[in-house]
């Protein structure tokens, strides 16, 4: 069995379809990478895989662990195991990052039937886990997000990975807004957190960034599908020829 | 809505009239009496607020002025010291002088060992035994500030608590002022009147405490006085909790003299009813002043807090911050009134209110009021209405964080700047453990509305 399986997945927002059929097999310790301009649906995928709200599911089906995942809520979704590595992490001025980080990571262990760590327990892990994204002890003490540059929220996505060892990451555009430096430690991250059993989905628009995740199956979206998946080859391909030539291939126009 | 009445047949038939008589009887010092003559007559000549009073517009208090508020009986309270632990802020540790329903209790009460000339005493014993260290000070700032409440309170006030701090003590122990109103079997009203007087450099931590032990009408309307000396120090807090079916209409009066800093601390979580009337005159240079507040209503309630700060000479910055969670059909009202006089160059005021409406049907009217008659002064306001951020929301959810917690966890976020400021430990961690629990009988979270980010 997979642990994810996309079928046909169609869905929109405001009445817009996003989603046009969306067809995607993941299985445990694979990395796959999902390329594609602005607008073609990589994003929303991303989302409704995690459980926003916001976009109607208009048809098709998703599977996760044998389970429909749609009719999950999306803290229960976190808690089997999904994470997504937010493209815009939101800032939340008040809250602890620690405070917030032990929250989740004990919500996902009771879940599991499994003791809730104290306080030292915990700052054992993340000191642990801080010292593999480079980041500063201080970060901690902040409110989550608030006044992080780019990077520091970015690397704070992959630090929180790290501590609630998700079971199928989701990393939506994790390398948009960060140097060549930072991109290097939050993938070096990704990396040193691979188990063999964890699947990994990449979202990029770039290439770079599979330069140092590197990738078994990379899919390119257009137009709410996916309409070509190769190896690891076909990023290079697209950053050699764009995506217009993909554009005849599918009988997709590629949007403006 | 019955009509006003404002003769004197009517209040003589009030209760409140009986009480003054009674208590004008009780006291032989000309001064004494003449200051609950001029209450009386205040409360005679003005009568109830209305509606149609610009200071109570949105806060109908019908319910108050029609019900009949006796004295309450005072008998020895069964409760014992071990009691008070099991009561919201019952315990917040140190000194703490006790009184029930208005009356103070010395069984109840801790005082702890303070420097020669500090006193901390009940109003009452002192009013008999060392009335000259009151007079100068007793009603002297409540008589020009205050509304009717305030003048009904000088009228009939029984006891209340006596704080004074010479110059250059410093009193680093917390004085705490438990108010805890009893089970009665008829509406009551106490009137506690505290007056705290801080000479020049000292500094003292006063929490002032009001609760109810059970879900019974009864009204309590304290009236405090705060005279901070020259560069003094006094950090001041209310934690309101009130019985849930009780009326609070409470009153303090502050006047700060050079260089000398006050903050008050107002924190809302009970009462039917409750209204904080706060005045602050910043009458030295350099004197500055915080005031911050922080209620939550849910049900039918209603919370007001008015405030006035007024900048009287140059150089003085003031800060304010309330802030508010409404549910249900609630209701908040806030008025902040700054005033900037001629004289008051470089005054620096800030002023904010922001308001959580987790309901549809709660409702918050905030008015911000500055009137400014110098012409370099920095002042500015904000008020803000919102609802929790979907965004937040689906970020906590996404980290496994149940819904309900993670929208309590963003309403505690909400309040969290207000309540980062008390430094009376005991009181902060008081404070969390009744927010998270009335937080989590809140059942009326509206949806917010849908949020949609373009897909990138």
Known sequence: MSLLEVHDLQAEINGKQILKGVNLVVNPGETHAIMGLNGSGKSTLANILAGRDSYDVTGGSVTYKGEDLLELDTEVRAREGIFLAFQYPVEIPGVNNTYFLKAALNAIRKHHGEDELDAMEFLTLVKEKMKLLEMEQSLLNRPVNEGFSGGEKKRNEIFQMAVLDPVLAILDETDSGLDIDALKIVANGVNKLKDGKRATIVITHYQRLLNYIVPDFVHVMMNGRIVKSGGKELAYELEERGYNWLEAEAGEPVPA | MTTLTRTNSSVDESVFFQRYQRQASQTDSAWLQSIRKSGIDRFTMSGYPTRRDEEWRFTPIGAITETVFTEPSHHESSLIKSDLTGLPFGDLGGTTLVFIDGKFSSNLSTIGDFETGVVVDNLSSVLENSPAAVQPYLTKLSQKDGGVFTAINAAVFDDGAFIFIPDHKVVEETINLLYISSQHSSPVASFPRNLIVAGSNSQATIVET????????????????????????????????????????????????????????????????????????????????????????????????????????????SHEVYKGILTDNSRGVFNGKIFVREDAQKTDAKQTNKTLLLSDGAQIYTKPQLEIFADDVRCTHGATIGQLDNDQLFYLQARGIGKEDARNLLVYAFASDVINKIKVESARAQLDKQLFQQLAKVQSYDEPEHEFSEDA
């Open chain 2, 210 to 317: 009001y609760i109810g032990l059970a879900e019974s009408v009864y009204l309590t309307s304290p009236v405090t006085e705060v005279f901070v000396g020259e560069s003094a120090i006094v950090d001041h807090y209310k934690l309101q909790q009130e019985s849930l079916t009780a009326y609070h209409l409470g009153t303090m009066n502050v006047t700060l003299a050079k260089s000398s800093v006050f903050s008050s601390h107002g924190i809302t979580l009970g009462g039917s009813i409750s209204r904080n009337d706060i005045s602050a005159y910043l009458g030295g240079e350099y004197a500055e002043c915080t005031l911050n507040g922080l209620y939550l209503a849910n049900g039918r309630r209603i919370v007001d807090n008015h405030t006035t700060i007024d900048h009287a000479v140059p150089n003085c910055p």
